[in-house]
DNA sequence: GGACAGTAAAGAATAAAATCCTGTTTGTAC
DNA sequence: GTACAAACAGGATTTTATTCTTTACTGTCC
């Protein structure tokens, strides 16, 4: 049981995944309720190396977190805005408070900071439009140092996934 | 046990979700290994009646899948990219068509209909720089009917949760 | 008020799964 | 060939999920 032994912790450095690994990623990506016999018979081995590998996958974070997905219609979240933020001031200080801000705001599920025109790409979900609004008026241009928004209505999603390995 | 007998399948209404109903999703977005025990201690009830609720999640088709989130870094894709595409011609069959090749396509691992100068905005992820431009030149362009297309890069995820209720 | 139906939950029994332990196979260095 | 380590199989043990049975609560009808 070489992997159990590793002691490796979370850093930011690649892992080594070889084909075993890959499978049973792919499919703890797309089903992590799946059990580790079910997997064991997709990938041609017993129990115990399995096992032992999602274990290993785990405690080296490449596996960083187990999930339930929601259907956001069914939550009464059937709006998605892609929202582009710039600020007025860009300095540290005032980074690290629009961060927190957006850290407070349930709606955003998302938030990337990129290059290009906009500083910030926000993925928010709202019940409707009135609701979007209010989050857009009330809550996001709180922020004293926000400079322009702009808003991108999401009007269908065609791809989901998670598996990306 | 109402819920339990409630046939309730997997379409597009929204449904009713009391307090209960809501802790356990926001438990279970955070962490879908926890166990129905340690759910059931936190929102203050048996295994039973957590267990039963969660199994008309599961039904109802509020908790639509449970899934393994993968540290992007660690698996060398670490590089994000924002892609927003437009099509020449936007007939319902060339809609569809391209929808396929997305589909086919591993590195995009989401993909939106959009409001606003584009027609789609897609998640890519990619090894590196070249890795990308490889995905750019050869696959994403290969679709005959692409018109414009514009990539923004993700310089770093400052919020990424599941939690939307 | 009291019987009744419907709903929600508790507690215990059972089934299934995860986890751990022991030993075997395989490949490699010496 | 022998020693050693990695990877694995099979089974024992522990933990968890699931089901079953019983109890408590709520509102309605008579």
């Known amino acids: 049981m ?12 690649p892992v080594t995944l070889d084909k075993t690994d890959l499978s049973i990623l792919r499919l703890l990506q797309q089903n992590a309720r799946m ?6 018979d997709k990938v041609h081995l017993s129990t115990t190396p399995v096992h032992e590998r999602i274990k290993w996958l785990e405690r080296s974070g490449v596996i960083k977190q187990y999930a339930a997905l929601i259907d ?15 600020l007025k001031e860009h300095s540290r200080n005032a980074g690290t408070k629009f961060i927190k801000h957006i850290n407070e ?13 906009f500083d ?7 019940e409707n439009m009135d609701d979007y609004y209010n989050f857009h008026v009330n809550k996001l241009s709180q922020s004293e140092n926000i400079g322009n928004v702009q808003s ?14």
């Open 152 to 165: 991108v209505f999401v009007m269908g999603v065609l791809k989901h996934t998670q598996v990306m390995v």
């Open 105 to 117: 705001l349930p709606e955003v599920i998302e938030c990337y900071n990129i290059s290009g025109e």
């Open 35 to 40: 059990t580790v016999k079910e997997i064991a």
């Open 72 to 86: 956001h219609a069914k939550v009464k979240k059937g709006l998605m805005v892609i929202c582009y933020v710039s």
């Open 2 to 13: 070489a992997k159990a032994l590793k002691t490796e912790q979370t850093t930011n450095e």
């Open 120 to 126: 910030f790409m926000l993925k928010v979900v709202a």
